[in-house]
């Protein structure tokens, strides 16, 4: 999965700013000059973030809320707020697609 940016989309899911969210399998992950390799160990698929996709994931080291991810990118990114949370949701919404990230239950 490649994202080097983010765009708004009128078919994004609509974002929890409270939904926490988590990594889920075993994976390694190595840099690259203009983003990051993950490689699942279970399977063997192996998946190019960009730059941008690959911060979320190193921030994903731990779980994090829409909006913890969305402040930090925010503090380094030409984005607005409401554009940064939404991207991010539709973001992790395509990883969970993927199995690579789950949702951690908010009172959990």
């Known amino acids: 999965m490649v994202r080097k940016g983010f765009s708004s989309q009128d078919d994004e899911p609509t974002v929890d700013l409270r939904e926490r969210w ?4 075993d994976f390694v992950s190595a840099p690259l ?3 990051i390799v993950v490689l699942d160990l279970t399977d063997g698929s192996h998946y190019f973030l960009g730059e941008t996709a690959g911060d979320i994931w190193q921030l994903l080291e731990e779980p994090r809320t829409v909006a913890e991810i969305g402040e930090e ?8 707020r409401e554009e940064c949370q939404s991207s991010v949701g539709a973001f992790l919404h395509d990883l969970a ?7 951690v239950p908010i009172d959990g």
């Open 33 to 35: 000059d203009d983003g």
């Open 97 to 103: 697609a993927k199995q690579l990230v789950e949702r």
């Open 22 to 25: 988590r990594r889920v399998g």
């Open 73 to 80: 990118l925010v503090s380094t990114y030409a984005i607005t």
